[in-house]
């Protein structure tokens, strides 16, 4: 799950699959994920880049809270060109755990959609005590 600020401090969340990666310029662990162009998480982080995601696997769960930064055709990042996207985008869906038996159709569904890369850097992180 994403949470993100909308503009009247309310919280917005929305279910979403992430994954841990290294940033692509600073090699610091992040989590990543892939959000689809036009999107209100995407307004919402570029107002407010404040993000928490947390994830669950049975009774465990862990907490991530951090400052995203965006990469995509409507978000440019420095020293991220085309290319960097198509493949930022490919190594993200696959630290979610997803693979893909068609890259040319996956990278061309990619660029219609103008998905962003998503990058959450942590600044806390927490979860429930070890149990069994």
């Known amino acids: ?10 919280v917005q969340s929305s279910v979403i699959n992430a994954g841990v990666m290294p940033h692509p ?51 440019p990042y420095p020293g991220v060109d085309d290319e960097e996207l198509r493949l930022l985008l490919r190594n993200i869906f696959e630290a979610a755990g997803g693979t893909h038996d068609d890259w040319g159709t996956y990278d061309r569904v990619m660029a219609e959609q103008r998905r962003t890369a998503v990058l959450i850097s942590p600044r806390r992180v927490y979860s429930n005590p070890a149990t069994g």
Request: charged share 30%.
């Open 1 to 10: 799950m994403l949470s993100t600020v909308r503009d009247d401090g309310s």
């Open 25 to 75: 310029r600073t090699g610091e662990s992040v989590v990543a994920l892939v959000a689809v162009g036009g999107s209100r998480k995407l307004d919402h982080l570029r107002a407010d880049p404040r993000a928490t995601i947390v994830v669950r696997a049975g009774w465990r769960w862990v907490t991530v809270e951090g400052t995203a930064e965006l990469a995509g055709p409507d978000d």
